[in-house]
């Protein structure tokens, strides 16, 4: 059994919860958090983040921050934000080495936090559950199979729930990720896109027990326009042309061939201004130069505004005398000849003619 994480030092697990009126829930979500995450044998904090809830759920955090100060850390959100800010205030916050997200209506169950610890120390980047079977109305799992599919066929990652928020992450994941907006249901996607590991779990999804769900069919409206961001800022960040080009060319292609075919009824003597296909002729030429200038001018923006960190990620790197810390904040660890011989110079070229002989290290 593992305890709270000791004053001053960091834990190896910190937990962060998103909370909006979820008062009924909360004290036996606490107790089974707790007990879940003490059965990984590991220090640990919970952070939980208070979007803007109306119902006494700040009174219920707060009681628990008041018995467990340092281990139980809670932010109350002036008002609703939603969940993607919700989650960007825990991650900021969040000290572990592993970073567990959980929802706060009871519908995730955390007896399942050692099997997301597991995964992640067997070399997952990014673990997300998978809720095989849901206890949830049709009205929200018919528009989920749907966004999940299209999700799944527009990103290339093989995820087949992406809006579960029952999620582990290394923290070199997180600090590569921006959430706002409507992002949470696309870290797997920005992760994959960063070229983390991405990982799938069956997890045990529990009928909700307290008050009301806070989504309805309006997610699967704003998820699909939020995919449609994300996919512009991993697939086409770097080459917008790419993007705004291809609907270009399309919409061009199909208005040059109207009106060159309305050119040819013109020089055969039939009259055209007074055909509707003309103007749409004319729409859709416009409607390319358009795209394909927004194309070139968002080309400029790239190539005079991202930064080399944004374009790539680097897992570690290796054979260098000083640490490049513009392309990896950190080193994999290393045993103590490792790193005394990381620190040696590297070898003289070896003369044509001659065995190379073996590079010796500086003394001291």
């Known amino acids: 059994m593992s305890e709270p994480h000791e004053q001053g030092s960091d834990p190896e697990l910190s937990a962060v919860i998103p909370v909006y009126n979820e008062v009924g829930s909360l004290p ?25 809830s109306k119902d006494g759920t700040t009174e219920v955090l707060d009681r628990f921050a008041a ?46 936090i050692d099997q997301f610890v597991e995964r992640i120390e067997a070399g997952a980047d990014l673990v997300s559950g998978w809720k095989q079977r849901r206890h ?3 009205g929200k799992t018919a528009p989920s199979k749907v966004f999940n599919a299209v999700v799944r066929r527009v990103s290339g990652v093989q995820l087949r729930d992406f809006n579960c928020g029952y999620k582990a992450y290394r923290r070199e994941c997180i600090e590569e990720l921006s959430v706002y907006g409507g992002f949470h249901r696309f870290l797997p996607v920005l992760a994959g896109h960063r070229g983390f590991r991405v990982e799938e779990l069956v997890v045990q999804h529990r009928a909700r027990e307290h008050g009301v769900s806070k989504y309805g069919v309006k997610r699967f409206f704003d998820g699909m326009l939020d995919l449609l961001t994300v996919l512009m800022v991993t697939r086409y960040r770097t080459r917008p042309v790419h993007f705004f080009g291809l609907l270009g060319l399309l919409s061009g292609f199909v208005g040059v061939s109207v009106l060159g075919y309305l050119t040819i009824l013109k020089f055969m003597g039939e009259p055209i201004g007074h055909r509707p296909l003309l103007l749409l002729g004319v729409l859709l030429t416009l409607t390319a130069i358009q795209l394909i200038g927004v194309g070139l001018v968002g080309e400029l923006l790239v190539r ?61």
Do not use: C, W
């Open 136 to 138: 949830d109305p049709i």
């Open 304 to 364: 005079t505004t991202i930064k080399s960190s944004e374009v790539f990620s680097v897992r570690h790197t290796s054979g260098f005398l000083a640490r490049p810390q513009a392309l990896a904040p950190s080193l994999p660890p290393q045993a103590p000849g490792e790193a005394a011989a990381s620190q040696s110079a590297p070898p003289a070229e070896p003369a044509p003619s001659v065995p190379a002989a073996p590079s010796q290290s500086p003394a001291g």
């Open 67 to 112: 018995e467990q100060p340092g281990v139980v850390g809670v932010v109350h959100f002036r008002r609703n934000f939603g969940k993607s800010p919700a989650l960007n205030a825990g991650f900021e916050l969040a000290r572990g080495q592993i970073v567990l997200t959980l929802d706060a209506d009871l519908q995730d169950d955390p007896a399942m």
């Open 28 to 52: 036996q979500m606490h107790e089974e958090l707790q007990a879940g995450l003490a059965r990984t044998g590991r220090s640990y904090e919970i952070i939980y983040i208070n979007d803007g």
